[in-house]
Nanobody, 124 residues
Framework: QVQLVESGGGLVQAGGSLRLSCAAS????????MGWFRQAPGKERDLVAA????????YYADSVKGRSTISRDNAKNTMYLQMNTLNPEDTAVYYC?????????????????WGQGTQVTVSS
């Protein structure tokens, strides 16, 4: 089993930045590909960004591409999502996810483990 704990969410004004963190335990972190998903009220949970085991391969949804950076520190068992130039459409619960594969996944079904989520609210 893998336990995932997100942190770093909060209330931010439009144009601001946040860095989300996801701390993992219970499995050798470097064996896991990771991802960030988000879910706004009444909407599906969608992939925001994903990263492979080493951090050398990443994916970004079009909605955040160019203003977000996913990264990981395998020595600290932690993944990050730096988000800049936030806008109200970024308001959602952000979930950390992990999969028992080295390569990154693009679908919810690709991921075996989920965190509880952290709320991000962007005010206009």
């Amino acid at each position: 089993q893998v336990q995932l704990v997100e942190s770093g969410g909060g209330l931010v004004q439009a144009g601001g930045s946040l860095r989300l963190s996801c701390a993992a335990s219970g499995r050798t972190f470097r064996y896991l590909a990771m991802g960030w998903f988000r879910q706004a009220p009444g909407k599906e949970r969608d992939l925001v960004a994903a990263v492979n085991w080493s951090g050398g391969n990443t994916y970004y949804a079009d909605s955040v591409k160019g203003r977000s950076t996913i990264s990981r520190d395998n020595a600290k068992n932690t993944m990050y999502l730096q988000m800049n130039t936030l806008n109200p459409e970024d308001t959602a619960v952000y979930y950390c996810a992990a999969r028992d594969e080295f390569v990154l996944g693009l679908a919810k079904a690709d991921y075996n483990y989920w965190g509880q989520g952290t709320q991000v609210t962007v005010s206009s």
